[in-house]
């Protein structure tokens, strides 16, 4: 059981490039949810999925997309990214949903220049 | 919104100390309050949590104790050892986990 898996592990964009962070679980987790954790404010909740199908947005979604296409995987797409998205990036997934134990992966960490 | 405030961000101790970290909340209709660990390069794991209806909970060496009149919840941590040092993070629910902005401890030997 590899539980929740990140990649990349770190990765550098200038300015306006676009890329997707991926996430996969092996759990049959229904819920999956992605995070962004910046210095002295904890983890912050930008997209999540209650299922396949099914995304909905968070507290901080703005210019990140997301799509569910499977149960097990779950990618984080920045569009055009910007120096305010230099952040360390959480996915993370539950069996019990939203408000309860979550599964966290390893973390990326994204720096743009 | 709910708003979680966590103090203090980073504690030092000795070890074999005691460490306290506070949270308080906001939304007083938040039913679930977890604590998540969160070890150099890693993403955080769950420790332990509290739901509403209970006022304290122990596992070990770590409790959780929830006063829901004042909106705060604190995580104790007795004899502490070299490997507690981590940032803590304190997290309420009430239909997503909202976290506070987390603790990071040191344990001296």
């Known amino acids: 059981n590899a539980g929740v898996t990140q990649t990349p592990k770190f990765q550098v964009l200038k300015t306006g490039q676009s890329m997707t962070l991926q996430c996969a679980q092996d759990?049959?987790?229904?819920?999956m949810s992605w995070y962004r954790q910046d210095p002295g404010m904890g983890l912050r909740l930008i997209h999540y999925s209650v299922g396949a199908g099914i995304t909905d947005q968070g507290e901080v979604p703005n210019g990140y997309n997301v799509s569910r296409s499977t149960t097990e995987d779950f990618p984080l797409r920045l569009l055009s990214a910007a120096p305010s998205q230099t952040s360390v990036y959480f996915c993370?997934?539950?069996?019990?949903?939203?408000?309860?134990?979550?599964?966290f992966g390893p973390g990326t960490r994204l720096t743009v220049t | 919104g709910e708003n979680v405030e966590q103090h203090p961000s980073t504690l030092s101790v000795q070890e074999g100390d005691s460490a306290v970290i506070k949270c308080t909340y906001s939304d007083s209709a938040s039913n679930y309050f977890p604590w998540y660990k969160q070890e150099l390069g890693k993403g955080p794991q769950l420790i332990i949590d509290?739901?509403?209806?209970?006022g304290e909970k122990k596992d070990q060496r770590i409790a959780v104790t929830l006063n829901k009149t004042a909106k705060h919840f604190s995580l104790h941590i007795t004899e502490t050892q070299p490997e507690d040092s981590a940032v803590y993070f304190c997290a309420a629910s009430w239909g997503k986990l909202t976290f506070g902005g987390g603790t990071r401890v040191l344990v001296k030997p």
């Open positions: 759990m049959n987790h229904e819920y």
């Open positions: 509290i739901r509403s209806n209970v």
């Open positions: 993370a997934s539950s069996s019990s949903g939203p408000a309860y134990e979550q599964y």
